[in-house]
T-cell receptor, first 109, second 115 residues
Framework: GDSVTQMEGPVTLSEEAFLTINCTYT??????LFWYVQYPGEGLQLLLK?????DKGSNKGFEATYRKETTSFHLEKGSVQVSDSAVYFC????????FGAGTRLAVHP | KAGVTQTPRYLIKTRGQQVTLSCSPI?????VSWYQQTPGQGLQFLFE???????NKGNFPGRFSGRQFSNSRSEMNVSTLELGDSALYLC??????????????FGEGSRLTVL
């Protein structure tokens, strides 16, 4: 069945460091792909999305490109801030959201 | 515009009891979905309602049920609670405009503890 695999955390970075969180998916067809973020004590928020191959989603300095060849949707940010500390979930849509296990990011000053 | 509101935010039940959780979607959103979040299983889809009809259902036992009212508010019910039902239950609403599939707006969740 359809599934999403993302790198295990936690990921610990210093402020202004470069961030990559890997995400790969298994799916029939070409589903829309998403990154959701969960800040401490809050529900999930949509961070960015891409609906077809080679699309790049971007928001708040985060980017991810839909790579059909490698079935990947890696999340990147050039310079993280302490306020980016959260749990990040990669997901695909197939009549419902199918989530990866989540990656916890901790950014230290 | 008010976000998705879930009540109660926290509750404690004992095994064998039942629980009802409530969700008020964003105004104008007619689709409501429920997800269960646990440390072991992560985020799992429970069901989705649209215009008072269940449109999709995940792989949960029949003890888990839901409904949607004419004003789009939704409730989910878990009967005969088990320890493993302890989780954060997240409700999400979405619009049905073209291109918005998968763009869900989540509430803060109802944290259920079963003792």
């Amino acid at each position: 069945g359809d599934s999403v695999t993302q790198m295990e955390g936690p990921v610990t970075l210093s402020e202004e460091a470069f961030l990559t969180i890997n995400c790969t998916y298994t799916a029939t067809g070409y589903p829309s792909l998403f990154w959701y973020v969960q800040y401490p004590g809050e529900g999930l928020q949509l961070l960015l999305k891409a609906t077809k191959a080679d699309d790049k989603g971007s928001n708040k300095g985060f980017e991810a490109t839909y790579r059909k060849e490698t079935t990947s949707f890696h999340l990147e940010k050039g310079s993280v801030q302490v306020s980016d500390s959260a749990v990040y979930f990669c997901a695909l849509w197939y009549n419902k959201l199918i989530f990866g296990a989540g990656t916890r990011l901790a950014v230290h000053p | 515009k008010a976000g998705v509101t879930q009540t109660p935010r926290y509750l404690i039940k004992t095994r064998g009891q039942q629980v009802t959780l409530s969700c008020s979607p964003i105004s104008g959103h007619r689709s409501v979905s429920w997800y269960q979040q646990t440390p072991g299983q992560g985020l799992q889809f429970l069901f989705e309602y649209f215009s008072e009809t269940q449109r999709n259902k995940g792989n949960f036992p029949g003890r888990f049920s839901g409904r949607q009212f004419s004003n789009s508010r939704s409730e989910m019910n878990v009967s005969t609670l088990e320890l493993g039902d302890s989780a954060l239950y997240l409700c999400a609403s979405s619009s049905t405009t073209s291109g918005s599939a998968g763009e869900l707006f989540f509430g803060e969740g109802s944290r259920l503890t079963v003792l």
